[in-house]
């Protein structure tokens, strides 16, 4: 930092914020701090009278904290995924491009913010982002940094990849299975498969097969079968989920020959759900929270289904910590700490 005369700070950097003051009008900031001083500023700065000023003089090795900012956005940004421009106060925005689900790298975070004067912060990821949300912002601490700081970034993203990503949603042709021999004879209204087609609506994907079938093994098995004969891209085999003996959903599921990933989950609600896969279609069993809870394991894992992400029971083992959901009288979903690590 030093002190020059004004008309010889063309390129230099503010080192504090210079007030302008003109009488019945107007008192603020006619410069911020950090602003690079331009040939046109000078004219201004003479007439609120700044005839020498504190300034930093770029080196060839430094870089402000705007470029230094852009740099680091068009690193840490993957697909899918935008900041904002010009920077504000030497910061950048981060925003999703489209309505999917965002991923963060999280090892590749920590190593960037622990190479020190930058900040980059985040949302958390493997949930459903709207297009245009903030997921997260980036700096650098001081005014200047040097470049070769933004070289070990560009290293690292070069080695390892980007921070943030954004995978859009597949449209995926969805079959739907009621069971529960209450419904099939009439004696209750099923209220599981509306409520099942709503979630699923939500990411683009329509169901093009639903059926009702009573508690019986063989027929529940024969109904996912030929669901998956018809094309079904997901099948979601509702109710039966329990170790009553009457519930002969999960047998149903296992006698396709499906691959059970996991029968349990360390969440609450949705312990008792069941996700396999009948080849490559994924398969849900549903237990009845799904009916009653606004949000439970369903809704941590059809995001990532439906951004074509194939789960094995480490993805669902780690969702018990923040598996709890607190059941929160104005639910804020995605936007708590529900199904995050």
């Not at 459903?128 to 070769?148: F, M, S, Y």
């Not at 607190?326 to 690590?341: D, E, M, R, S």
Request: proline letters at 5%.
């Amino acid at each position: 930092m030093k002190v020059v005369e004004t008309i010889d700070a063309v390129g230099m950097v503010l080192c504090h914020d210079i007030t302008e003051i003109v009488p019945g009008e107007f008192k603020g900031v006619a410069f911020k701090k950090g602003h690079v001083i331009q040939k046109s500023d000078i004219d201004h700065l003479l007439r609120i009278g700044k005839e020498h000023i504190y300034v930093f003089e770029l080196k060839e090795d430094e870089l402000h904290e705007d470029e230094a900012a852009l740099a680091l956005g068009n690193l840490i940004c993957g697909e899918g995924v935008h900041f904002t421009s010009p920077p504000s106060e030497g910061k950048i925005n981060i925003h999703p491009d489209f309505k999917g689900l965002l991923k963060i790298d999280r090892e590749i975070l920590e190593e960037v913010n622990d190479l020190g004067d930058i900040c980059i912060a985040t949302i958390h990821g493997d949930r459903t982002i709207d297009e245009e949300e903030l997921i997260g912002g980036c700096r650098v601490i001081p005014l200047t940094i040097n470049k070769n700081k933004i070289d070990e970034v560009k290293k690292i993203i070069d080695e390892k990849g980007p921070i943030f990503r954004v995978k859009p949603f597949k449209t995926l042709k969805a079959a739907i299975i009621v069971t529960g021999s209450e419904v099939y004879k009439g004696r209750i209204e099923d209220k599981f498969g509306p409520v099942v087609e709503k979630k699923l609506l939500e990411f683009g994907t329509y169901v093009f097969y639903k059926t009702i079938v009573p508690d019986e093994l063989d027929l529940i098995k024969d109904e996912i079968l030929k669901a998956k004969e018809k094309g079904a891209d997901l099948i979601v085999v509702t109710g039966g989920m329990s170790v009553d003996p009457d519930d002969k959903t999960p047998g149903g599921i296992k006698a396709t020959g499906a691959n059970i990933v996991t029968y349990g989950t360390p969440v609450l609600p949705g312990a008792m759900l069941l996700m396999a896969y009948l080849d490559e279609v994924p398969v849900f069993g549903l237990p009845g929270c799904v009916m009653f809870s606004a949000r439970t394991a369903f809704d941590l894992l059809l995001p990532r289904v439906m951004a074509g992400e194939t789960i094995v029971r480490r993805d669902i083992s780690r969702l018990g910590y923040g598996g709890q959901c607190l059941k929160c009288t104005v639910c804020t979903f995605p936007n708590c700490h529900f199904g995050k690590y």
